[in-house]
T-cell receptor
């Protein structure tokens, strides 16, 4: 089946630093990747939609200058949290969509990255 | 905007059936999904149903859709301790489109 990886799985950083999270589709080409954020005991909230080779589309209320998304290839998208603050601490999950031979263009989710900002 | 609601918690005895319910408001929802999330992990797609279907069965899982009432349910037969997790329903307007997730239902399976 389609596999999506994320790196790192956990990261702790100091307030004011930037953190980059990678999302890779391992066995298929992902024309579109999605970035979600999940706060403890809450649902997933879509942050942005990223299409390969074009600018990401951000959801309302998500600061594009703070959450930089780059989808430079069909297998890799990165999310950079710039000047991180404690309120950015969350579980970040990516998903990738591509034709993997199934009957629907399903989104396949990565395992998530837990970010803790001190 | 779209709104997807679920009950927060469900406790069942091992071997019993579990029924997790979900309601949504977006009448243009075309695809409805059920995902499972284990602690500290990402989401695993369990099953999905097209809006023109009433029911879909996949081994121990049965999905029922009442499009008129915008109500979706997931039944897990012979629930096992390994089924303990958070279950999210989600909807999208098109295949592979962005997903709107429900609030999640925590399923606890007791021996």
């Amino acid at each position: 089946g389609a596999v999506v990886s994320q790196h790192p799985s956990r990261v702790i950083c100091k307030s004011g630093t930037s953190v980059k999270i990678e999302c890779r589709s391992l066995d298929f080409q992902a024309t579109t990747m999605f970035w979600y954020r999940q706060f403890p005991k809450q649902s997933l909230m879509l942050m942005a939609t990223s299409n390969e080779g074009s600018k990401a589309t951000y959801e309302q209320g998500v600061e594009k200058d703070k959450f930089l998304i780059n989808h430079a290839s069909l297998t890799l998208s990165t999310l950079t949290v710039t000047s991180a603050h404690p309120e950015d601490s969350s579980f970040y999950i990516c998903s990738a969509r591509g034709s993997s031979g199934g009957s629907t263009d399903t989104q396949y989710f990565g395992p998530g990255t837990r970010l803790t900002v001190l | 905007g779209e709104d997807v609601e679920q009950s927060l918690f469900l406790s069942v005895r091992e071997g019993d059936s579990s029924v997790i319910n979900c309601t949504y408001t977006d009448s243009s929802s075309t695809y409805l999904y059920w995902y499972k999330q284990e602690p500290g992990a990402g989401l695993q797609l369990l099953t999905y149903i097209f809006s023109n279907m009433d029911m879909k069965q996949d081994q121990r899982l049965t999905v029922l859709l009442n499009k008129k009432d915008k109500h979706l349910s997931l039944r897990i037969a012979d629930t096992q301790t390994g089924d303990s997790a958070i279950y999210f329903c989600a909807e999208s307007e098109g295949s592979g489109d962005k997903l709107t997730f429900g609030t999640g239902t925590r399923l606890a399976v007791r021996p």
